[in-house]
């Protein structure tokens, strides 16, 4: 049995045959192990949700295209969505929580390993299903029957009269599966936090990254579950004919509004603060001061977690309810602006004052930082409804929620991948590839994203498989689609430096960035059981105590 | 870097943190709280908007004594797990059944009542919207009642054939967790289908 | 060195091509020409709910644009003063753990700008949604189906589809039009950005929204909520008119199909095949509902919801072949002779 977690070991003079090295790995309960599992599947879906927004993107390029035919396309809008979101974003991050939480707080393991394998298998197997569709009905190119309904399923589209056949069944039901999955890594999350501490990890001492996921887990318990109640409901009325959102029947199609956003807009979060937590580690290590302002960012994010689940309506600013509510909803989304702004300030003041080290991973922060405060604001202004009955619906929401999600959190994740592959790995990723990978990503992303803003403005709605000539959207399509092109390449040479840094990368040894959190106490890849001594800590840095013994953290804490 | 060992430090005195399958039930009742609410917030939602078919006041008979057998059968688990506690194996197994056999007269009393809501009154679940809220969230309830009776019952078997003694009685508290969350439930769909919704 | 100069220059490009991008955005086609401006551009109101809208969002603007200015700038220097120099010692900088007075200075000023974008915003929610309708306002019944519009005049007893007219709003004597939002089958939305937010159309719910334009000349729209294979081409046109022009085209949409009573072979192929399950034309037998009313076809300057303009040879092709123009739409292909399909285009024709 290998001690290292990563060792893939080839057959022969290794010893041992790849069949077994596979069972292994497909039979494995270790953290680490499908933590790496959770990231590898995200990447190969990575680039599937890239096609489809590439596809999307060369049909819009000019008006009346016709590269592909309407069906298509908006099989093409709604299979982006859903798979970026929930095969994608979710599964990283869950797979860099998983890796990375037990190692910093002190631990061996999650608190219920096998239901960690259950958990990963039940999305892996979700996001195949999803995809199944594609292969089945019309086959690949006219798309199969994979769902078009977008990626919100709004009713009554999803009713058996306006979706016959089976593609809504492929979306609700392959999220069913994987958000049980979900449901599974959020528990896992908030019993290893609470019960596995190591001793003297009072959670005021916990890592940042570590009480962030935990209140993502909290919100995944909370807010993925109305959106299981609704596709739940959703079968009943497909399969049973009930009528939760026949509205032949008194059913209500507001009601699916009310139940998917309740989950959507929190997921949003759930999507957003684990990228919270990879710059909260980051930027300190990288500006060589510790966070500014432990407590208040933890104070932030709790109440970023239960400010998010009153705010789900500014999705339905358009929907007619009345100025009462419309009212109460923009009161709650601009108060959720506080508390994100104080931790932007925040990470300002971690940096300011320090000596700031422009490696990779910092430089995906600091991309971080000004993307980010700019997505919030165009968050502030669709916030404010009068404004938003204008913006929403349009291309300007595509293009904000889009500088959130890849500007945003896109860009935390690269710097947690350059940061901690080599943790994972054993082996540097290439600073230099690492460094173009970071300028082609920033030119694709603002030609692609800033630009992308105008259209809306001047009218355009969002999920049009095409568009009238003459509206002033012709060119402006045509910049937001060369933009595209560039990313693409950026994400591949981003691919390329994983694969062959894995081989070829300088060694890194444990602690290659002088860091101060746990996991950099122990050997990179680290031991199959964590620490040979479960550790015992007296600050918030203990690595930082024992480097600087005649200055240690907990002194001051 | 050279590389940092953690030193050996005793562990502080009284370092103690929450079992960990306490917690992890915990979770799942606050998720499978978050989709009972969703279908209790459709139920009300939908109380008087049903275009046809039969009315709630009209067919809605209150299983008073089959709430009671369910909500008693909170109270015989909860005694069985402190005899377990205290090691009386008798008296646990003895509780632990009459707790499944309440349960099963509760699935039964739900039966009985589909089976004449669906034959003397017509009312299905694609009837009118009263149809399907009530056979969701009352079946959501169900299923919940059957997966834990399927626990308790493989619980009792280990116990019959002696394997479970007071070394397991943080994982049967935690199961019973589990119970006393799917009676919880009950006492808010009954509030809500048979006093509110009438 | 050189990279934190870069990111610092590369993000201030950034930000100025945006900002210079907005600007320009409002600023497109001229506002003063006399032209109908075809960019149907939010900054460009010509309606009281629109304006209203574009005064706040600019308040907006300007309010985050001084945010993201005074952030920006600091993020900027905190890159550019603060990176670490080749000539500096391995020694780590003073560690800040926090600082009490800041954290409070850096929640209250956000709260107090929250409140004030709230109230704001509150003021024109509800000068919006809460107006009053007076007695002299147009009313409009507009339901929306896959793919096109269904405009009903209840008061004035008109039918129509795609194109609405509406009369000039002058301040003297204000004639809004007031709309009354149904949908047939699934969730639709009514987005004419010079002239008012969007507001749905949903099924099973009643929505309403209102418009004052202040000039006259055509305002181009479409369906903002995606409603199915083609969302995109369900356009809409308002064509705002004089008092004098509305009244006009009120009275021609009025009146029954215009055709004379001798045999008329189209109209025979109109009456006898499928069409009438699905149209209506004023005074005859069809009266289906399904899809829009025919009596003034030629009235109209586009057909299938804006697909294609009103011309001859794209009425036979839609007659023919709806999915050369919009496919999926739920027009079925009519399967019809050449000779019946030129009767029946001829007839349609004389609709106006």
């Known amino acids: 049995m290998s001690s290292d977690a990563l060792a893939i070991e080839t057959a022969g003079a290794a010893g041992k045959p790849w069949v077994e090295t596979l069972h292994e790995w497909v039979t494995t309960v270790d953290h680490k192990r499908l933590g790496i599992l959770y990231i590898v599947y995200a990447l190969v879906f990575l680039l599937i949700g890239g096609i489809e927004a590439t596809i999307m993107r060369i049909q819009l390029i000019r008006p009346h295209n016709d590269f592909v035919s309407p069906q298509v396309f908006n099989r093409m809008f709604t299979m982006h969505g859903t798979t970026m979101i929930f095969f994608v974003v979710m599964p990283v991050l869950f797979g860099f929580a998983n890796y990375l939480v037990p190692l910093m707080i002190g631990a061996r393991d999650m608190a219920f390993p096998r239901l960690n394998a259950f958990g990963f298998w039940l999305t892996a197997f979700g996001g195949l299903l999803l995809n199944l569709s594609f292969v089945s009905g019309s086959g690949l190119y006219g798309a199969g029957t994979a769902p078009d309904v977008g990626w919100w399923a709004y009713a009554p589209l999803t009713a058996h009269a306006f979706s016959p056949g089976h593609s809504s069944d492929y979306w609700t039901i392959a999220l069913l599966v994987s958000g049980f999955g979900s449901i599974a890594t959020g528990i896992n999350i908030i019993a290893t936090v609470l019960s596995l501490r190591c001793p003297g990890m009072k959670l005021s001492r916990m890592p940042l990254l570590a009480w962030m996921n935990m209140v993502m887990a909290g919100l995944v318990l909370i807010t993925l579950t109305p959106l299981s109640a609704a596709q739940i409901m959703l079968l009943v009325d497909r399969y049973l004919g009930g009528h939760f959102f026949d509205t032949q029947a008194g059913g209500s199609a507001a009601i699916w509004m009310h139940f998917f956003w309740i989950f959507g807009h929190p997921e949003v979060y759930i999507l957003v603060i684990p990228a919270f937590a990879f710059v909260s580690e980051i930027v300190p290590v990288f500006s060589r001061k510790p966070i500014f302002g432990y407590p208040v960012m933890v104070a932030a994010t709790v109440c970023i977690g239960f400010i998010s689940m009153s705010v789900w309506a500014h999705h339905m600013f358009s929907i007619g309810m009345n100025s009462k509510a419309n009212t109460f909803f923009v009161l709650t989304t601009a108060a959720i602006a506080v508390p994100t702004g104080i931790k932007i300030f925040n990470w300002l003041g971690t940096m300011w004052g320090g000596k700031i080290i422009f490696k990779t991973p910092m430089l995906f922060c600091i991309g971080f930082l000004f993307q980010f405060l700019f997505a919030g604001l165009t968050g502030i202004m669709l916030g404010s409804a009068p404004f938003d009955w204008q913006l929403t619906g349009s291309y300007f929401v595509v293009a904000h929620f889009h500088y959130v999600i890849v500007g945003g959190i896109l860009f935390a994740l690269f710097a947690a991948f350059y940061y901690w592959y080599p943790k994972i790995t054993g082996r540097m990723l290439s600073e230099s590839l690492g460094k173009l990978h970071f300028w082609l990503m920033i030119i694709g992303f603002h030609l692609t994203f800033d630009v992308m803003h105008i259209p809306g403005i001047l009218g355009m709605p969002r999920r049009i498989y095409t568009y009238e000539p003459g509206r002033g959207w012709d060119t402006l399509n045509l910049i937001v689609t060369l933009g595209t092109f560039i990313q693409g390449i950026a994400v591949l040479i981003f691919v390329v430096n994983l694969i062959f840094s894995y081989f070829k990368g300088r060694l890194a040894g444990n602690d290659p960035w002088d860091a101060w959190t746990l996991e950099w106490a122990v050997s990179s890849p680290p031991p199959v059981y964590n620490f040979a001594v479960i550790p015992t800590v007296e600050s918030r840095r203990p690595l930082w105590d024992l480097k600087h013994p005649e200055d240690p953290d907990s002194r001051y804490e | 870097m050279s590389a940092i060992t953690t030193p050996i430090v005793p562990t502080p005195a009284g370092w103690s943190l929450p079992y960990k399958g306490k917690v992890g039930m915990a979770c799942l009742i606050i998720a499978e709280s978050s989709i009972f609410t969703i279908f209790v917030v459709a139920y009300l939602f939908y109380l008087g908007k049903s275009l046809s078919g039969p009315t709630p006041r009209e067919v809605l008979e209150t299983p008073i004594f089959f709430t009671i057998c369910l909500l008693s059968s909170s109270v015989t688990i909860h005694f069985a797990s402190r005899s377990l506690e205290h090691g009386k194996r008798g008296a646990f197994l003895g509780l632990w059944l009459l707790t499944i056999v309440l349960g099963g007269l509760f699935l039964f009393g739900t039966g009985q009542e589909w089976h004449r809501l669906i034959y003397e009154h017509g009312l299905t679940i694609s009837t009118n919207l009263f149809g399907t809220t009530y056979y969701s969230l009352v079946g959501l309830h169900g299923t919940h009642v059957i997966v834990g009776l399927i626990l308790l019952t493989i619980v009792l078997l280990f116990g019959l054939a002696g394997r479970v003694g007071p070394e397991q009685s943080a994982r049967v508290g935690v199961l019973s967790m589990y119970w006393h969350f799917v009676d919880a439930v009950w006492v808010v769909v009954f509030t809500v289908v048979y006093i509110l919704g009438r | ?352």
């Open chain 3, 1 to 352: 060195m050189g990279t934190d100069w870069l990111v610092v220059t590369s993000r201030a490009a950034c930000a100025i091509i945006f900002l210079i991008g907005i600007f320009l955005a409002a600023r497109l086609c001229g506002a003063q020409s006399s032209t109908p401006n075809p960019v149907p551009n939010i900054f460009e109101p010509h309606s009281t709910p629109a304006d209203s809208i574009d005064e706040l969002s600019r308040f907006v603007l300007i309010i985050t644009a001084v945010i993201f200015l005074v952030v920006f700038s600091l993020l900027a220097f905190a890159v550019v003063k603060f990176g670490k120099r080749a000539s500096d010692n391995d020694r780590e900088p003073p560690q800040v753990y926090g600082s009490n007075q800041i954290e409070l200075a850096w929640t209250v000023i956000p709260i107090l700008i929250v409140v004030i974008l709230f109230l704001a915003s509150a003021r024109v929610i509800h000068g919006i949604q809460d107006a009053p309708k007076p007695s002299t306002a147009i009313d409009v019944t507009a339901i929306g189906h896959q793919f096109w519009w269904e405009f009903r005049y209840p008061g004035l007893g008109v039918v129509t589809a795609n194109e609405l007219h509406i009369p000039v709003s002058e301040t003297a004597r204000p004639t809004p039009t007031f709309l009354k939002l149904l949908s047939a089958d699934t969730d639709h939305s009514f987005w004419v950005p010079q002239l008012a937010g969007k507001t749905d159309l949903i099924p099973n719910r009643v929505n309403n929204m209102w418009l004052d334009p202040h000039r006259t000349g055509i305002f181009l729209g479409q369906c903002a909520q995606y409603c199915g294979t083609q969302h995109a081409k369900m356009l809409l046109l308002v064509s705002v008119d004089s008092r004098e022009d509305f009244e006009a085209w009120v009275r021609a949409q009025r009146q029954p199909a215009n055709h004379d009573e001798k045999e008329n072979a189209g109209r025979r192929v109109f009456e006898t095949t499928a069409c009438i399950n699905c149209h209506a034309i004023g005074g005859t037998a069809a009266n289906g509902r399904f899809g829009p009313d025919l009596t003034h076809l030629m009235s109209r300057r586009t057909i299938a919801s804006g697909a294609a303009e009103n011309t001859t040879e794209n009425l036979r092709l839609w007659i023919q072949k709806p999915d050369a123009l919009k496919p999926g739409s739920l027009m079925p292909a009519m399967q019809l002779t050449d000779n019946d399909l030129d009767a029946l285009v001829w007839y349609l024709e004389t609709l106006k």
